[in-house]
C-alpha cells in the first residue's frame, strides 16, 4: 500500500499502533515503550503492510523530544541530585567515560571510526528516565537511598547528554578531517560553548522572573485551557528560540524551560497538564524510533545485536556494580543502581539521532542502537526482579560479597570514644521520621545506635556525640557493631523492606527477647516483616487514618474508651472496603 502522505495518516496510524502494541507489552508485563517501538517497526518502511510517512513521523517526534526535555527539566531538582552528589556525580561522570571507551573499542571491531564509536558509546551510556521511574515505582523503592541514588545518577547522566548534544556539531567537525587552522575549529566550539551559557544565562536571569510571574497571573484567570496553553508556549516557545537564535538543540531549551517552572509554586499543576499532550508526542517519538529499524539488517547481524545487548546489560552492570563498591557504598544501592540502569532508552535515541544527523554514527550503528534499547528494556523488570536473590546469595558468601561491598571505613565501626551501649534501640534510618524517634529517646535520656545509608549524616552526627553507624541495614556486621545481641529495640524508620526482611531474620536469631518495630507501605509487606520476627509494624497510610478517625470520632462526643477500642481495631483488621 502507497504510504500515507499527510499528517492525519500518520498520526492515526502511529497512535494506533502505539496503542495495540503497547496494550500487547503491558499484558506481557513488559514496559510500554517496547509496544510502542515495536509499533513504529510494523508501519515502517522496512515491513510489508501499512505504514506511515517517516518524514512527518520525525517531524512530529520532534516536539515529541521537546516535551520529553521540558518534563525532564520540570522534574529536575538540584536538591535532590546535591542529597546523593556523592554517588551520582563521580559515579555517572566515571560510567559514561568508560562506556564511550567501550563504545570505541565495539565499533573498531565493527569496522567504523573512533568518532562513531565516541558516538555510540556516549548513547549505550544513558538510560531511561520512564524505565527507571516505572522500575522503582513498582517495587516501592522511589523513595529509599537506593532509588534516590540511582535517579540522582540518572539526572547526572541526562544533564551530560545535553551538554553532549551542544557539543555536538563541533565534535562532528574535528571529526570530519585535518583542517588548515585551528581556529576554524575552536572557534565554533568557543560559540557553541558561550551560546549555551548566554542562553542559560538569559534563561536563570530573565525567564526566571518573567515565566513564574507569566504563569501566575495566567493561573488567577482561572481558565483551565488557557493554562495548558501557556506551559505549551512556554516549552515549545522557548525550545524554538533557543534554535534560532542562539543555535543551540532544541532538546536544551525545552530543558532550561522546565527547570525554570520547577523553581515554581505552579510547578506541579504545570507539569499535570503538559503530562497528556508530553505522553502522545512521546508515544509518536517511540513509534519514529521504531520506524527507521529494518529487521532484516538485525537478522543478518545477530552477532553484532547480541555484542550491543552485552554491552549495555552486563558491561554497564558489572562496570556501575563496581563503582558503586569503589566509592564504597552498600552492596545493595550498587545492586539497585545497576539493574535500574542497565537499560537505554529516550536519550539513547535522541544522541543516536544527532549522530547520524551529523554524519557521525552510521545508520547501521543507529539500527543497533534501537536493538539494544528494544531489548534492554524488555529484560529489565527480569533484571530487577534479581536483585534481592542476588543480596540474599552475596550475604550468604561473605568472600565474594567483600568484594562488591567495601564497607564504611572507620564509619562502619564503633566509635572508641564513645561508651559500649546496653538495652539501648538500635535506629535504622535518621529521615524525618527516625529524627523523631531519636528526639523522643533523648527526652528520656534512653541510649540509641543509628545505622543510615547516608555517609554525610553520619559524620554530623558523630560530630553530635550520636552512636553513629555507615552502611547497609542488612550488614550482619553492622549489626553487630551496634550491638544488637545487647540491644533492648530494633527500629526501622527507614523504608527499605527487603533489606529490613534480612536484618529482622538476624536479629531475631541472636536476640530472641528483642523488640522490633518496623516501616511498611502495604499489609503484604507487613505480614512478611510478621512472619519474620517483627514484633509490630507501621503501615503509614493505615495510622494516617487511624489518627484522623480518632480525631473525628471525639468531635463527635464518643468517649476516649471507645474511640481507643475503634481504632484498635482498624489497626488489626485489614481494609477490605473496594476502591472505587
Known amino acids: 500500500m502507497e504510504p500515507g502522505g499527510d499528517l492525519i495518516t500518520t498520526i492515526a496510524l502511529g497512535l494506533s499502533a502505539a496503542f495495540l502494541a503497547g496494550l500487547v507489552a503491558r499484558r506481557l508485563r513488559l514496559p510500554s515503550i517496547v509496544g510502542y517501538l515495536v509499533a513504529g517497526v510494523a508501519i515502517g518502511p522496512f515491513t510489508p503492510g501499512l505504514f506511515a510517512d517517516q518524514q512527518i513521523a520525525t517531524e512530529l517526534a520532534e516536539i515529541g523530544v521537546i516535551l520529553l526535555m521540558f518534563g525532564v527539566g520540570i522534574h529536575f531538582s538540584f536538591r535532590d541530585l546535591l542529597a546523593v552528589r556523592g ?73 551530560f547528554t545535553v551538554l553532549v548534544l551542544v557539543l555536538l556539531p563541533s565534535f562532528a567537525m574535528v571529526a570530519a578531517g585535518p583542517v588548515a587552522d585551528e581556529t576554524s575549529i575552536l572557534i565554533p566550539l568557543a560559540e557553541a560553548i558561550v551560546k549555551a551559557i548566554v542562553l542559560a544565562a ?79 508526542f512521546a508515544v509518536l517519538f ?100 534479581l536483585v534481592d536473590p542476588a543480596d540474599r546469595w552475596l550475604k550468604g558468601h561473605p568472600a565474594i560479597h567483600r568484594i562488591f561491598d567495601r564497607g564504611g571505613g572507620r564509619l562502619a565501626r564503633p566509635v572508641p570514644e564513645l561508651e559500649p551501649m546496653h538495652g539501648h534501640a538500635v535506629l535504622c534510618g535518621w529521615g524525618r521520621v527516625g529524627r523523631m524517634v531519636g528526639r523522643a529517646l533523648e527526652a528520656r ?51 527499605d523492606p527487603p533489606s529490613a526482611e534480612f536484618a529482622v531474620e538476624y536479629a531475631r536469631r541472636v536476640n530472641p527477647r528483642i523488640e522490633i518495630v518496623a516501616r511498611v507501605e502495604t499489609p503484604e509487606e507487613a505480614d512478611r516483616l ?26 463527635f462526643g464518643v468517649t476516649s474508651r471507645e474511640v481507643d477500642a475503634i481504632t484498635q481495631g482498624l489497626r488489626r483488621r485489614p481494609d477490605r472496603t473496594p476502591a472505587v
Open 286 to 385: 517511540f513509534v519514529s524510533v521504531g520506524m527507521l529499524v529494518d529487521p532484516t539488517y538485525l537478522v543478518q547481524n545477530v552477532v553484532s545485536v547480541i555484542a550491543v545487548v552485552l554491552f549495555i546489560v552486563v558491561g554497564k552492570y558489572v562496570t556501575k556494580l563496581v563503582i558503586v563498591a569503589l566509592l564504597g557504598y552498600p552492596l545493595r544501592t550498587g545492586l539497585i543502581v545497576a539493574a535500574g540502569l542497565a537499560q537505554i532508552g529516550e536519550f539513547s535515541f535522541i544522541l543516536a539521532t544527532a549522530g547520524v544527523t551529523q554524519g557521525l554514527l552510521p545508520i547501521d550503528a543507529y539500527q543497533l542502537v534501537v536493538a539494544g534499547a528494544i531489548i534492554s528494556i524488555t529484560l529489565n523488570p527480569l533484571i530487577f526482579a
Open 87 to 159: 554517588i551520582a556525580v563521580p559515579g555517572a561522570l566515571i560510567q559514561i567515560a568508560v562506556a564511550t571507551v567501550l563504545g570505541v573499542g565495539l565499533a573498531s571491531l565493527l569496522g567504523w571510526g573512533i568518532a562513531a564509536g565516541v558516538v555510540l558509546g556516549l548513547s549505550l551510556s544513558v538510560a531511561s528516565t520512564v524505565v527507571l521511574l516505572r522500575a522503582l515505582i513498582q517495587r516501592n523503592a522511589l523513595e529509599t537511598i537506593h532509588g534516590r541514588a540511582a535517579l540522582g545518577w540518572l539526572i547526572v547522566e541526562d544533564i
Open 530 to 555: 510478621l512472619e519474620r520476627g517483627a514484633s509490630q509494624t507501621v503501615e503509614g497510610e493505615r495510622e494516617l487514618a487511624v489518627q484522623m478517625a480518632r480525631y473525628t470520632l471525639r468531635r
Open 445 to 495: 535520656n534512653f541510649g540509641y545506635v543509628v545505622i543510615e545509608e547516608h555517609r554525610p549524616t553520619v559524620e554530623l552526627l558523630r560530630e553530635r556525640g550520636i552512636h553513629a553507624l555507615y552502611g547497609d541495614i542488612a550488614d550482619e556486621h553492622l549489626l553487630e557493631h551496634a550491638e544488637i545481641r545487647r540491644a533492648r529495640v530494633l527500629v526501622f524508620a527507614a523504608y
Open 202 to 280: 538569559l534563561m536563570i536571569l530573565v525567564g526566571g522572573r518573567i515565566v513564574p510571574w507569566l504563569l501566575v497571573h495566567v493561573a488567577r484567570e482561572g481558565s483551565q485551557e488557557m493554562f495548558t496553553l501557556a506551559v505549551l508556549a512556554i516549552a515549545i516557545g522557548l525550545a524554538f528560540v533557543s534554535a534560532t537564535v542562539f543555535d543551540v538543540s532544541l532538546a536544551l531549551g525545552a530543558f532550561l524551560a522546565g527547570a525554570i517552572i520547577s523553581e515554581t509554586d505552579l510547578s506541579h499543576k504545570a507539569a499535570a497538564d503538559a503530562l497528556p499532550l508530553r505522553d502522545a
